[in-house]
């Protein structure tokens, strides 16, 4: 069954499952103690350490590993933050980060701190002079990913950190996506990774640090990984995941080649070939291996249910797949369309003809499900009254665009639709609706139970 989801979790590398096992047998020991098992565990620690620095472009002694990604996210944010406390409370991210940034954003909001958020372009790149325009006086730390973990975009991290060295203000990265592929550009301050992303093993995680940069570690001291990660380190997940990372290192640049050429094939034939698509995220400056796109009409959950069952495992940020029913916070800053969104993010070494069954499959199985859920064809070609209201209340998407589209025809060039709705969705699907098919989204306005989107009909 061909997986198509690496930006969730890459599969074991065959070099991990050898370091791991051979690892367990040799690396068990307590690396802080002088006795022979001990030293054997201290050696390979180091070993990893040294190997995980070199793909970084680091020193030994700047990376410290952590127990995952998300503690790496987590305790760098902390640490930068109180270490430059004297110069201020204010912490800049962009609004695509990956949810763990956020979620240490809110937390130091929540503690007093104050937040911004840098607005992305429709492709989910942030532009340098918009970031360099949030940091001020009292900046204590900014954060921007390297590549955006649901589209795949690449983040112009060499010209931020640039504007951040010139502010005073260090940066932290998030190369959980893209460290993979090569190192991070750029004058860097602090840096975080996650070895499942690349083919290691899960609980193992990468904070470097650079000299210089203020960092005061929070939580209890403890004597481990230079105070910066807490507890026993877990040697075999370690050498796993550092002889993994040199591993894809070694085959990125041919690997990277083919599976781009693979994912410009998924860009062009879904375009060509499923109706009222949208293809998501920079087109250009983007990762090799991951391409997102959404449907029109097509409920995210239902989608995602018929290409497992064709045998394939591909995800989504539609809010049709989640429980809070709300679209994932990365289509909705960059405004496109959420619903029926589908991620294929190919791992190393995918075949060839697993994605031309897919590309073979996807049409067909795109074309039932708006059948299902009962979308037009086309829309009417004549108009009657001026304005019509459609009432979408109580129910979740697609089905408000749909109902938009099913009556959209029936109003003169010039003449509104509004559609009532409660659905969190319908606030970025109907704007996207209206930019694919090239009518006015008018706006919005509060309405009894939910709200009203209006739409005005241009041709």
């Known amino acids: 069954m061909p997986y198509f989801d690496s930006a969730s979790s890459a599969p074991l590398h065959p070099v991990a499952r050898q370091a791991l096992q051979a690892a367990l047998d040799e690396g068990w020991a307590d690396p802080a103690r002088l006795y022979r098992e001990g030293r054997r565990a201290r050696l390979l620690l180091d070993a990893a350490r040294e190997a995980a620095a070199e793909a970084v472009g680091c020193r030994p002694d700047e990376l410290v590993f952590t127990p995952s990604g998300t503690r790496a996210v987590h305790s760098g944010v902390a640490g930068a933050l109180a270490g430059r406390r004297r110069a201020g409370r204010h912490l800049v991210v962009s609004a695509v980060e990956h949810s763990s940034v956020l979620h240490a954003a809110a ?8 937040v911004t958020e840098v607005p992305v372009d429709r492709t989910g790149r942030v ?20 590549a955006n973990h649901e589209v795949g975009t690449e983040q112009p991290v060499a010209e931020v950190a640039g504007a951040c060295r010139e502010a005073g203000v260090p940066l932290l990265v998030d190369a959980a996506q893209s460290l993979a592929w090569g190192p991070v550009a750029g004058e860097w301050s602090l840096l975080t990774a996650s070895a499942h992303k690349w083919g290691g093993p899960a609980g193992v995680g990468l904070l470097v640090v650079r000299k210089g940069v203020r960092f005061a570690p929070q939580g209890p001291a403890d004597e481990r ?55 998501v995220g920079d087109p250009v400056r983007r990762l090799p291996h991951l391409v997102t796109f959404s449907c029109l009409y097509v409920d995210g959950e239902a989608l995602l249910h018929e290409l497992d069952r064709a045998g394939f495992s591909v995800s989504s940020g539609s809010s049709c797949t989640s429980s809070t029913l709300t679209p994932s916070h990365v289509l909705r800053a960059m405004g496109v ?28 199985t795109v074309a039932q499900l708006r059948e299902r859920f009962g979308a037009p064809a086309a829309a009417p070609a004549t108009g009657g009254e001026e304005s019509l209201v459609v009432d979408a209340l109580g129910r979740r998407c697609p089905i408000p665009v749909i109902e938009l589209a099913k009556v959209f025809g029936d109003v003169p060039v010039g003449g509104t639709v509004t559609v009532l709705s409660d659905d969190e969705a319908a606030r970025l699907d109907i704007p996207a609706w209206c930019e694919m098919r090239g009518q006015e989204y008018v706006g919005e306005r509060p309405a009894d139970h939910g709200t009203a989107y209006v739409v005005r009909r241009t041709s």
């Open 337 to 364: 369309l959420s619903e029926g969104n589908v991620r294929v993010s190919l791992p190393f070494g995918t075949a060839e003809e697993d994605v031309e069954r897919f590309l073979q499959v996807l049409p067909g």
């Open 225 to 279: 990984e230079s105070g910066r990660a807490a507890g026993f380190e877990n040697i075999p997940g370690i050498v796993a995941a550092a002889a993994s990372l040199r591993a894809v290192r070694a085959e990125a640049a041919e690997e990277a080649g083919r599976l781009r050429e693979l994912v410009e094939r998924v860009r062009a034939r879904v375009a060509g070939s499923v109706p009222d698509v949208e293809v």
């Open 127 to 146: 532009a340098p002079e918009t970031y360099a325009a949030a940091l001020r006086d009292g900046t204590a730390l900014a954060c921007l990913q390297s």
């Open 107 to 114: 937390a130091h909001e929540a503690d007093g701190g104050t």
